[in-house]
């Protein structure tokens, strides 16, 4: 295992993520992010969402001047890194596969080693690079479009998921529910918006029951499809005028399901020290219900700010600078995964 006191002084990063939509390049040099660049591909909202061939295209267009940017506003030459990290999975593999050849062909050029990344738990350790920071151990409830998770962190590099959905992920819930809605892609931030004027006591929906501490999503959205198909009937114009309050309800709902887990998780393991990641922790409901739920519970409640909530080299980053400290390195062997175990 490496010192830290041997590396500190000169661990310059560069960080690559390209696991689905957003191409984006970070440098951190110790544990200290000096550049985040993010390229979105708006091409995908024509479509309703990701096309994973126009992804990997728009990859291989934006990886090169991201890069170089991320380089120069960090304002470090490349001689000076001292490793590459990229996102190795979970994602679209083509989408990977761009940020993996373009770093692993990076390294080799520069004779310089490789970190592989996984970006679930590239998301838990987001925390990590701003203060406040969560003390060990935390739970860290991961909620994205491709995953929900509850996962118990005793270090940085010591994860164990606890809980998980066993269909689909609450981001999927929210951006289908959006669709049935008729709202543009992405439709998750559309409902959060319309959300804030409405009532979430307007229509109840129907819970899950699930064992343990897992998740269950895609019978809600099946209950949501039947309720508005029967509304629809009787009033060709009831989600027209009633947006808000139906968005507001659906909102509520799927909330309630992640924090009646995340209450019990607490309760389960004793955990208080309690955080949240991936793309739907930028929800502003969620944003608020959690931090309401902390103070009845005297939990120390972590959330990350906006630009690390979704996906972006930031993240990837701050888990190389552990994972280098612990001389956690791969060979130009490596492959992305598109399913990748955590």
Not at 41 to 50: A, D, K
Not at 63 to 81: S, W
């Amino acid at each position: 295992m490496l010192n830290f006191a041997n590396i500190f002084h000169s661990m310059n990063i560069l960080a690559i993520e390209s696991s689905c939509d957003e191409t984006s390049a970070a440098v951190i040099t110790n544990g200290n992010i000096r550049s985040n660049v993010v390229a979105t591909q708006l091409i995908h909202t024509h479509y309703g969402g990701v096309v994973p061939e126009l992804a990997s295209r728009a990859h291989q267009q934006h990886i090169l001047p991201v890069v170089d940017k991320a380089l120069n506003d960090a304002k470090i030459a490349k001689k000076d890194l001292d490793a590459i990290a990229f996102t190795k999975g979970p994602g679209l593999l083509g989408a990977l596969l761009v940020g993996t050849s373009f770093a692993k062909s990076m390294a080799l050029g520069l004779d310089i080693p490789l970190i592989e990344i996984n970006h679930m738990q590239a998301h838990v350790l987001a925390h990590f690079i701003d203060d406040p920071k969560p003390a060990f151990p935390f739970l860290c409830l991961t909620v994205s479009g491709g995953h929900t998770q509850i996962v118990k962190v005793t270090g940085p590099l010591e994860m164990e998921i606890i809980g998980e959905t066993r269909d689909d992920a609450v981001g999927e819930a929210f951006d289908k529910t959006a669709k049935l809605l008729d709202l543009p892609y992405p439709g998750g931030p559309l409902i959060d918006k319309y959300a804030a004027q409405g009532n979430p006591q307007a229509y109840p929906f129907p819970l899950p029951e699930m064992p343990g501490l897992d998740f269950s999503f895609s019978g809600i959205k099946t209950s949501f499809l039947y309720f508005l198909q029967k509304q629809v009937r009787q009033n060709p114009a009831f989600v027209q005028e009633n947006l808000a309050d139906i968005c507001a309800s659906i909102q509520f709902t799927l909330i309630d399901i992640l924090l009646k887990k995340l209450k019990k998780a607490s309760r389960e393991t004793g955990i208080k020290e309690i955080a949240i990641a991936g793309g739907v922790s930028a929800n502003s409901g969620l944003r608020r219900s959690l931090t309401e739920l902390g103070a009845q519970l005297g939990w120390n409640v972590y959330i990350p700010a906006f630009e690390y909530c979704t996906d972006n080299a930031a993240m990837i980053a701050i888990a190389a600078h552990f994972k280098f400290a612990a001389g956690d390195f791969c060979d130009q062997t490596v492959s992305p995964l598109a399913r990748m175990e955590f």
